[in-house]
């Protein structure tokens, strides 16, 4: 697997330095700046140690990514020859991954800046917001993010780019070379053992 893209939640904690998104009755970009405002509250907030900002992300981060639809679009045609129990536990593993992976060091990001533009719709009907980060010492990024309506569980965020890289693709790509080289219970286990990794490192 490559290296981890761009924090997920900083892209989103992006969202709040732009005024014009006050006046934008847009569901998505209200979501999204509410959203950017509590993540920023967390990752700036004087009390708390590392660990415990970390906790309140990953919370964060599951309340509010579509975690499940990701988790099958990255699998894709796999989930056909896999049994249940196999199924089962990838959900279980890629969600630990995916919560652990994007947030493991977010609570350092404090002194980021921030260049929000457009929100666009994309193709299945959601909204795609394209901002610029500004990163001290270093080049600036630029992101979109997709906004999708779950319906009885409301807006969520369902993909990031970050500078054309899409992350559910390029996780797609990845897993199904895995799975055709070593099969899907290594890709489990791998994920497994991620998580893990993922969490002594935030500590």
Known sequence: MKPKLLSFLLAIAAIIASPCFAADKN?????????????????TKEEGNKQEKTLQL??????????ESIAKFVLGRNSKSASEAQIKLYMQNYRDFIIKHYTANLAEFKD????????SKDERGGYVVT????RPQ????????????????????YDITVEGVSMI?????????VIEQKGLDYLITTLGER??????TSN
Do not use: C, H, W
């Open 112 to 119: 980021a800046d921030f260049e929000v533009g457009k929100v």
């Open 131 to 134: 901002m610029r980060i500004k």
């Open 27 to 43: 569901p998505a970009a209200e979501f999204a700046d509410n959203l950017g405002k509590q993540a920023l509250a967390i990752i």
């Open 138 to 157: 270093a080049q600036d990024v630029i992101v979109d993010y997709t906004i999708r309506d779950k319906e009885k569980e409301g807006l969520k965020v």
């Open 195 to 200: 998580s893990k990794q993922e969490e002594a």
């Open 58 to 67: 990953q919370k964060l981060f599951a309340d509010n990514v579509d975690i």
């Open 169 to 177: 693709t390029t996780q797609r790509s990845e897993f199904s070379s």
